[in-house]
């Protein structure tokens, strides 16, 4: 999962309905009667970070400000009157800034908040997407107790991690996010890490998979260093470090096999799910379907009750075609009112011809349904529109790997 991120400058709504831009075409949206569930909600406890990790998205990440209980119970309400809650849990992921830097106690009443509502507490899967450098004892307690599912921010060994995930003051984090793993562990608690690829990782795929190896790592998953948000330009962007992003992913792969595959990797997991189940992320009408998600089944909240949908990254993002990627404030509105804005019809359709042109031109696209919007849109400039690096590198280059492999071991020449 990608992290959610706000431009928090003022608590206005900053609604599409206002954002000046041109008049959408008409896009269906399936009647709240049809099949519509939500998937995943992302709330922002906080814009705030207590690092400062070059590559990241997220702006205002000094912003201390928090959301307020009677935000949230707003937030809740709005959600599980919509009927999108259910008949299966969703994932609330906490996330965008570091969501440890908000008070265990603003989490517990947080909580009783959620369960206030009738199956709030059945429905609501917790997730905590965290640097690791605050884990303690106590945050451990809580996270076992609600069962909450973590994911660690972890780049590999420490000249790898420290190049880019650092402190306010440009210090390294790798000896505090290992103390927050040991404790993790010590817990008893499982989780999973992701691992941004720079530059800095390219030449060390070896080092890289033996320090995940050797950390008892068993699920992993890689984002590359992307241009999006705040971060305008990467360390991959030449297309020389395309080739050997290839290469470090192939020799990830093989040592992986080599030793019987003790780490769950999830760009190579994917690869095998949709080599054997194809057109699985697809929509077979051309409307959008991005990993199993429909245009509201991803619910974005920022702090203050502004939300979007279709990808966290974007959600308050500014732009001058699209506005702020804002479709409404969930204290006054109501999450299909969304569907009525402009700015939100203006994206689903740029989305929706933009998975057109991926179905027509690109050979990958029964495997992935279309490109992820915010990459297409960071990248290319324009939901509307086709390949991105982050798809040649996250999907392309796992499933020809993957596929190769396969052709090597039924000796296969053509």
Known sequence: MKTSQANLADQSCGSGAACGCATAPETEIPDQGEALSLAVLVIQPSPF???????????????????????????MSRVFESG???PHPFSLLWHAGEPLAVPLKWYREAFAVIDSFPGGRQMAMHNFQTNGTLLNDEWCD??????????????????????????????????????????????????????VVS????????????????????????????????????????????????GFLRQVYLRNKADGNPIR???????????????LNQSPDGRYLNAEVEPLGMINVDCFGNFSSFSPELLGQATEKYGSFTFGNLIKDRIFDATANEAFQQVLADIESGNRKCAESCEFYQYCGGASPSNKYYENGTFDSSETRHCRSMVQMPLEIVLEDLEDDLQLTN
């Open 199 to 246: 530059e800095e990782s390219l030449d060390h795929p070896d080092a890289i998979y033996e320090f995940f190896r050797d950390n008892g790592i068993d699920g992993l998953g890689f984002n590359i260093e992307e241009v999006e948000g705040i971060n305008e330009s990467s360390s991959l962007d030449s297309l020389e470090n395309e080739d050997r992003v290839r």
């Open 84 to 86: 999108l809650a259910g």
């Open 142 to 195: 809580f996270i076992k107790e609600r069962g909450i599912e973590v994911g660690l921010s972890l780049d590999g060994p420490d000249f790898i991690h420290d190049a880019h995930r650092k402190t306010r003051k440009g210090q390294g984090t790798h000896a505090k996010v290992m103390k927050g793993l040991e404790t993790l562990r010590r817990n008893e608690i499982n989780f999973g890490v992701v691992a």
């Open 49 to 75: 970070c207590n690092l400062d990790c070059d590559y990241c998205y997220l702006p205002n990440r000094t912003d201390t400000r928090r959301m307020e209980m009677p935000v949230l119970e707003k937030v």
């Open 265 to 279: 990797i999830r760009e190579f997991e994917t690869a095998w799910e949709n080599i054997l189940q194809p057109r």
